[in-house]
């Protein structure tokens, strides 16, 4: 072998070895999934809490060693405070016990998370031009305020209002990657999901829980994933 190829090969293990975080994030989802639908029941919530922090580990391990470069460090911090606030937001009964419900402690925390997103996508990263599929949101938007109106009450322009946030993530992941994309997809399903229980829970399809958490689990994987690639010059 020569000392080019020994070279490309050490430079190949050291960028394999970058993503192995995210290998034990998708370990641990899998594990909460599963333990929604098998039990034991006493393991679901330690393990939902489980999810950001292995999350905010992988993207730490990917990006070690490219905090001087600025507009890269900032990225990757305005990440970590998306990841941040999700945790909040997965165990707001836990980290806002005063409040008595945690639903709205939980709505405020994954808003915020959102909102950050958005800057992310549209500030810090290198975009692609709008794709023109993504209509489907605004469609998504005006059907899901159709259905859940009836149901909302005085909630309603307050939920109109959040679901502009929700879809505005997904539209500001389209720019950044085929990665992205998709992750911000599987998020908005994971929230349309929970909104049909939350406001129609007549209508609420089998095992809802669990296909939010899969649906959760997967976009903010493929987010951050997604996130790093672009940080770091992969492919998009």
């Known amino acids: 072998m020569t000392v080019d ?50 999350l905010a580990l992988a993207v730490l391990w990917a990006m070690r060693g490219s905090w001087r470069k600025t507009p890269t460090a900032r990225a990757t911090a305005l990440l970590l405070v998306a ?78 209002v959040y679901g502009l946030v929700l879809g505005g993530t997904a539209v500001a992941a389209s720019r950044g990657s085929r990665v992205t994309a998709l992750g911000g997809a599987f998020f908005l399903a994971s929230d349309t999901i929970l909104a049909v229980r939350l406001f129609l829970p007549d209508q609420t399809p089998p095992l809802a829980d669990t296909w939010i958490m899969l649906a959760y689990t997967i976009g903010q994987g493929l987010l951050a994933y997604g996130v790093i690639r672009l940080l770091r010059g992969g492919a998009r």
């Open 83 to 160: 990841l941040t606030l999700s945790w909040l937001g997965d165990g707001a009964g836990l980290f806002f016990p005063f409040l008595g419900d945690e639903l709205p402690a939980m709505l405020l925390c994954f808003g915020l998370a959102h909102l950050v997103y958005i800057a992310l996508f549209l500030r810090f990263l290198p975009h692609r031009p709008l794709p023109r599929w993504t209509i489907v949101y605004a469609l998504w938007w005006i059907v899901m305020i159709a259905v859940l109106w009836p149901s909302l009450g005085a909630l309603a322009v307050g939920v109109a």
């Open 5 to 54: 190829a020994a070279a490309l090969r050490r430079g190949d293990l050291r960028e394999r070895a970058s993503w192995w975080g995210f290998a034990l994030y998708g370990a641990v989802a899998a594990a909460h999934v599963t333990i929604g639908i098998t039990g034991p029941d006493n393991l679901e919530y330690p393990t939902k809490l489980l999810l950001m922090p292995a």
